[in-house]
């Protein structure tokens, strides 16, 4: 460069420095941005071959060369002498027998660790079952394809993962439904009134995994996309475990109301969300150790009553 300035006249001027400097910036610029790309290059290259690598490990599960399309289940589920376990350790789940007839109420209860969550992941079909059989509407979900078969349950889970989008995105996200489809399916789960309290109502953005809204408020757009799907057989994992105590009494009103016409799995470790289903099985260790509707258990005063008298104080009240 310098070779360049003086090489007609052996003389600098004020020109030529200022042309000379600048060359020099426009080109240390790319060569610094350079270095950056490199960096961002290399971390891309290493989260990518771990993305990678967890897409191309074969799934445990896998669906049957003459997996079936049931269509639109009854909703009758059986659980027939199922035992599980994850990988080579204990038994989660240990001789376990469940019907739901289609319509009615179950309710799971029980303390932590005792399978409750298990058997929602093994009815869905995230793991296969070691001995016995899950049955819908007859066929054993290991001959039933996986779209039918989720197809047919709705799911509101304690976990609830929101993409960062709109409120309306983040509850009718896959599925083609109308504005006035969406805000009943958020009346319904007490979620509306704060919508539209809302500067942008249903298009705000809820921010990267929800942040923007409390936990009760992700727990009800859960509901909400729960009830939109419409399925004949509803799971509900802790689905009132994020909200305040009137929320829950509001959403339980109209989950009732949901019920109709549908089979319910009710997993809770609040048993005033459980206490009005047709049936209760409390699970110890992957077994049931009790089972009958609310009532018949508290006259038993055992693990049942005693959870009750826990959470409620009425030691007496049976």
């Known amino acids: 460069g310098s070779w360049y300035i003086i090489e007609d006249t052996g003389k600098i001027s004020v020109g030529d420095i200022a042309l000379y400097a600048l060359m020099i910036q426009r080109l240390l610029w790319p060569v610094t941005r350079m270095g950056v790309i490199f960096d961002e290059f290399e971390r891309a290259k290493a989260s990518a071959r771990r993305i990678f690598t967890l897409m191309d490990t074969p799934s445990e599960v896998r669906e049957a060369l003459d997996a079936v399309d049931i269509g639109l289940a009854k909703g009758e589920v059986l659980f027939q002498n199922v035992s599980f376990k994850y990988n080579a350790g204990i038994p989660v789940i240990n001789n376990f027998n469940m019907l739901i007839a289609p319509g009615k109420t179950i309710g799971l209860a029980g303390q932590t660790g005792g399978g409750k969550t298990t058997i929602i992941k ?106 939109l799907k419409d399925a004949p057989i509803l799971i509900l994992d802790e689905a009132t ?45 992957g077994e049931v150790v009790e089972s009958g509707n609310h009532k018949a258990l508290l006259a038993q005063k055992g693990l049942y009553a005693n959870l009750w008298h826990v959470q409620t104080g009425m030691k007496h009240q049976y």
Request: net charge positive; glycine share 6%.
């Open 241 to 285: 475990s994020s909200v305040d105590t009137e929320t829950e009494r509001a959403i339980q009103e109209n989950i009732y109301q949901l019920f109709a016409g549908k089979t319910a799995l009710i997993v809770a470790h609040r048993l005033s969300t459980i206490r009005h289903a047709d049936k209760i099985l409390v699970l110890k260790a």
């Open 122 to 227: 093994l009815l869905l079909r995230l793991y296969d079952v070691n001995e016995g059989a899950i049955k819908l509407d007859g066929y054993n979900i290991k001959k039933v394809t996986f779209s039918s078969l989720r197809k047919n349950i709705a799911l509101v889970s304690q976990d609830v993962y929101l993409f960062h989008g709109t409120i309306r995105e983040n509850i009718a996200y896959g599925m083609d439904f109308s504005e006035e489809e969406v805000e009943r399916a958020c009346k319904k789960s007490q979620l509306h009134d704060f919508i539209a309290s809302l500067p942008h109502g249903y298009d705000s953005i809820v921010g990267e995994r929800g942040i923007k809204l409390s936990g009760g408020q992700r727990q009800r757009i859960s509901i909400a996309r729960a009830i």
